[in-house]
């Protein structure tokens, strides 16, 4: 059972600014960490951004720090990426999930890949 809903991905030229959206249930939202991943054709999954129900404690993969920031608003039970000064390499499908109770500290974060949704693709063209 998919419980997010991610949108806002799209084609855009390299420098270029998307938002990613995430929808979650109640139950989702409300009681775990959240995190952005993304995976390209032929490469594995990796962990892009995460963050706390509150907010304090974020993570952020190497390759995309000072580049893309995640928010969230609990009122709304939405999760956000804003991803700035995009590259070709960025691209791939972005997925958001819950994360796996106590995976989150500022150096990684971890999803069952159960639990991902639909994703919504990125596309950075050069």
């Known amino acids: 059972q998919v419980q997010v809903e991610e949108s806002g991905g799209g084609l855009v030229q390299a420098g270029g600014s998307l938002r990613l959206s995430c929808t979650a249930s109640?139950?989702?939202?409300?009681?775990?960490?959240m995190g952005w991943f993304r995976q390209a054709p032929g490469k594995s999954s990796e962990a892009v951004s995460c963050?706390?129900?509150?907010?304090?404690?974020?993570f952020y993969a190497d390759s995309v720090k000072g580049r893309f920031t995640i928010s969230r608003d609990n009122v709304k039970r939405t999760l956000f990426l804003q991803m700035e000064s995009l590259k070709p390499e960025d691209t791939a499908m972005y997925y958001c999930?819950?994360?796996?109770?106590?995976?989150?500290?500022?150096?990684?974060?971890?999803?069952?890949?159960?639990?991902w949704g639909q994703g919504t693709q990125v596309t950075v063209s050069s």
């Open positions: 109640k139950s989702t939202f409300d009681n775990y960490s």
């Open positions: 963050t706390s129900r509150s907010g304090e404690t974020t």
């Open positions: 999930a819950p994360l796996v109770i106590g995976s989150l500290n500022k150096y990684s974060c971890s999803a069952s890949r159960s639990y």
